[in-house]
Each structure stands twice: as structure tokens, then as C-alpha cells.
């Protein structure tokens, strides 16, 4: 029976996150904690909003010595991405349906993040959708909580006004740095190819 009782909405609600980051952990545990058990790889590389993967499987097949996971809302586009790493035969790259930050909750804490990258987010122009962009402080905090020294934030837009959010929000924050980086990897993610016409920034671990 659906209950309208606003107290347990909001503790089904809760429960089901806490579903999904048990499954996220489990995924760790079970696939991307096994590389670095076997000493393979010691740090992750995420790209967050992955997509179809086109961008971080062509960065994991040039750098086979460093470990990438991509994670997206949208099981389609993570089958979609599977199906490259699989057509590449690339074992340094998982994809998996995760939201951001329930990845960062599910991460532990022997896994550190390196890279982080995110490119061509959902905008949400509005301003009464702005509280549902990507980039926002707490968000800053947890990824830095999962980052060590050295990390680095590579964000990509063709939204100029989320790009000077996104700056503004590292500014403000005392965890993170705004850098200069150029663009690590020259290839097109899916969105890329469709709209082109991108800026980036980055920010660095302080
Ligand atoms: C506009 S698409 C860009 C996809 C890809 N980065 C590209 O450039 O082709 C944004 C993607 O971010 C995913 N996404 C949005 N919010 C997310 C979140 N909080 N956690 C993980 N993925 C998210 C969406 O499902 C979507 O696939």
C-alpha cells in the first residue's frame, strides 16, 4: 500500500538512497577494489556524467597504466559504454549507473581519487534550478574528501554562464584552487561532437 504519511515518504526515500549506495559500494568492492588489491593501480580517475563513454574510453586506452570509472544516472548510456570497453578490450576502465554523490558516499576511504572530469554537465539555465547543478559547495567538499594531494577538477561547458558559476564556486571554496590546466585528453565526448563550442576550467587539490 503507497503511504501518504509525509514522515514515512521521507524514510522510504532515505531508505532507497541507502539501498543504492550499499550496491554502489558492493560494485566497488566486488570489481574496482580487486585492481587495486592486485597492486595494478592505486587511485581511480572518474568521470561523472560519463555518457556513452566515448571520451573516457579513448583516454583509458591511452594511459593502460591508470584506472578510469565512469558513472551516469542512465543505464542505457552505461550499457552503451560497457559495449566499447568491451569492443576496445580495455580492462582499466569500468562504467557504472551511479549518481555522483552516492558514488563519493559509497567510496572508501583506502580509495583515493586522482582526476575528476566533468564534461558538457546539464546546465539547468533557470534559476530556480540552479540548486540542481553538479557544481555546488558540498559537492566540492565531498570530492575533495575523496581526492588527495595533487588531485585535479577538469570541468567542460558550452554553458558560459555554468562556467562562471563553476569558477565562482572554486573561488569561494578554501579546498580547492583554480587552475590553469589545459584540457587533459584531445578527444570528443558524445555531447562534444553535437555542440562543440566548449570552455574549460580546472581547480586543484589544496
Ligand atoms: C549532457 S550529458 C553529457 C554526457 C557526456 N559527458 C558527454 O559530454 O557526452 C550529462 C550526463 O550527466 C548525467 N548526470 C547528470 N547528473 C548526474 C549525477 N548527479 N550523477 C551522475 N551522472 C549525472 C546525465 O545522465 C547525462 O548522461
Known amino acids: 500500500m503507497i503511504s501518504t504519511d509525509p514522515a ?28 587495486i588489491d592486485d597492486n595494478k593501480f592505486n587511485v581511480i580517475n572518474l568521470e561523472i556524467g560519463c555518457g556513452h563513454g566515448h571520451w573516457l574510453s579513448s583516454i583509458a586506452s591511452c594511459h593502460k597504466g591508470e584506472l578510469f570509472v565512469g558513472i551516469d544516472l542512465l543505464s542505457k548510456r552505461i550499457r552503451k559504454a560497457d559495449r566499447k570497453r568491451e569492443l576496445l578490450n580495455l580492462d582499466n576502465v569500468f562504467f557504472l549507473k551511479a549518481e555522483a554523490g552516492e558514488f563519493l558516499e559509497a567510496l572508501p576511504r583506502n580509495l583515493h581519487i586522482k582526476n575528476t572530469f566533468i564534461m558538457y554537465p546539464d546546465p539547468w539555465p533557470k534559476k530556480k534550478h540552479h540548486k540542481k547543478r553538479l557544481i555546488q559547495r558540498c559537492f566540492l567538499r565531498m570530492l575533495h574528501d575523496k581526492s588527495h594531494r595533487g588531485s585535479k577538477l577538469y570541468f567542460k561547458t558550452d554553458h558560459e554562464a555554468y562556467l562562471d558559476w563553476t569558477r565562482q564556486a572554486i573561488a569561494n571554496s578554501s579546498l580547492w584552487e583554480l587552475g590553469t590546466e589545459d584540457w587533459p585528453h584531445d578527444a570528443p565526448s558524445y555531447f562534444e561532437d553535437l555542440f562543440g563550442n566548449s570552455n574549460s576550467c580546472s581547480a586543484t587539490y589544496l
Open 8 to 35: 514515512h515518504k521521507v524514510a522510504q526515500i532515505a531508505h532507497e538512497r541507502l539501498l543504492r549506495v550499499n550496491r554502489v559500494g558492493e560494485y566497488i568492492s566486488n570489481n574496482i577494489l580487486q585492481c
